[in-house]
């Protein structure tokens, strides 16, 4: 975890985030690199896994996508390659680790923790993203170069695969270290290259979605609510001086028409809440291999097994009255109160809960115990003996 004596993440969201970069020398108690550059290269040979490689030949970058056969790794040259793994939070607990010290900013807003390999001198080239992303670095040094903000004017490199600037004119440099982080805000200029083997990067990217994005989800999903006897009626009609006018009342029926249920915000709240917890990978099917029930419920925790979100899971939740909540979990909505509110609020704010942070007041209700069987039963958690850590959730091959 992050040394809060090192880093003041409210300093940080008032002076900086959004606003400029910042370089943080390894705040943590005592970093320790999550994952083994051969665990990283099993995972990209993965089917289910999104994986890239960028190779650098002369001064041209060359991307392939996973999954890579094993042998692909040993004809690789010995400098100039970068390998990338996306969401490796979801697939190795130790990674989705990294998460919790970032937690001053909502859940909503992390997308998931991409993990980079790099040989001596490989890169993805300068480039901007359009979100905020912390550059953690886990092995070996890299050196990172920021440039300028850019717009959806600035000038790319005609690459069929990359978004690369044509021109890139660094304005700061630093050199990480493990454990160092490099916070880099939304559209600013950057490129980083490894110096030496062994470089490892995991870098924790926070969606923004486009307004463009919002407003053709939101759309489609109003339409998919609409009948389509649902249409201009104007039972008031009185005969106009001029039949090619359209008059200001119909103007305004037709505006209510249009956009009445756009602008419905308790609707709208309800949709983001599932459409911000929609799993990342639609691909994958996390439910376990055997259903329960509530008597398999108590089964586990009488045994003493902890509760635990399954790290490719995303939990929210809403707070409608001072005792109920709308819980959101992989983009389905649970409707929660009283006790099972509180229970909610729990499940979203920690990833582990015993037994006595799940229970209410000494017990755990009848709708409790349905909210927790119903999220065992579609992978959103699982168990943990408090043994060797072993969560009992089964990934199958796939949807």
């Known amino acids: 975890m992050i040394d809060p004596e090192r880093f003041d993440s409210a300093a940080f969201l008032r002076d900086s985030w959004q606003k ?59 400098r100039s390659w970068t390998l990338l793994v996306q969401a490796v939070d979801h697939h190795v607990p130790a990674v989705a680790t990294l998460l919790d010290s970032f937690r001053f900013i909502p859940d909503w807003r992390i997308d998931d923790v991409m993990v980079s390999y790099a040989a001596d001198g490989g890169g993805v080239g300068p480039h901007f993203d359009n979100y905020d992303v912390f550059l953690i670095q886990g092995l070996g040094r890299r050196r990172w170069q920021l ?16 978004r690369l600037l044509r021109e890139f004119r660094p304005t700061q440099e630093w050199v990480l270290e493990p454990g160092d982080i490099l916070y880099v805000p939304p559209r600013l200029a950057h490129n980083g290259v490894a110096i030496g083997d062994d470089c490892m990067t995991y870098s924790i990217g926070f969606r923004a979605p486009s307004r463009a994005e919002l407003i053709e989800e939101w759309t489609d999903e109003v339409l998919m609510q609409l009948a389509d006897d ?12 001029n039949a090619g006018e359209i008059a200001p009342a119909a103007v305004a029926r037709l505006h209510e028409l249009a956009i009445g249920h756009l602008l419905d915000a308790t609707s709208f ?30 089964r586990h925790v009488d045994d003493g097994a902890a509760i635990i979100r399954n790290p490719a899971s995303r939990f929210s939740f809403v ?15 649970h409707s929660c109160a009283g006790d099972v509110a509180v229970l909610a609020e729990r499940l979203c704010g920690q990833k582990r809960l015993k037994w006595s942070q799940i229970t209410i007041g000494g017990g755990l209700s009848a709708p409790g115990e349905t909210l927790l069987v119903e999220l065992f039963n579609q992978g959103s958690i699982g168990f943990d003996d408090g043994e060797d850590g072993v969560e009992i ?7």
Request: net charge negative; with cysteine; hydrophobic share 35%.
């Open 147 to 162: 440039g300028e903000y850019c717009n959806n004017d600035v000038a790319l490199q005609p690459h069929d695969d990359l």
């Open 319 to 333: 707070r409608q009255t001072p005792s109920s909540v709308l819980l959101f979990v992989d983009g389905q909505c």
């Open 230 to 241: 649902d249409r201009y009626t104007d039972p008031d009609l009185t005969q106009q001086a």
């Open 20 to 78: 400029s970069p910042v370089l943080i020398r390894n705040p943590w108690h005592a970093w320790a690199n999550p994952l083994q550059p051969d665990e990283l290269a099993g995972l990209s040979c993965e089917c289910l896994v999104e994986a890239r490689l960028v190779t650098q030949r002369n001064s041209d970058l060359h991307l392939e996508h996973g999954p890579f056969a094993e042998g692909r790794f040993a004809d690789l040259p010995a």
């Open 269 to 298: 709240l309800r949709w983001f809440g599932r459409y911000s917890t929609r799993p990342a990978d639609a691909g994958i099917d996390w439910r376990p291999e055997q259903a329960i029930d509530a008597r398999a419920l108590h």
């Open 393 to 399: 959730i089964d990934q199958a091959d796939g949807a």
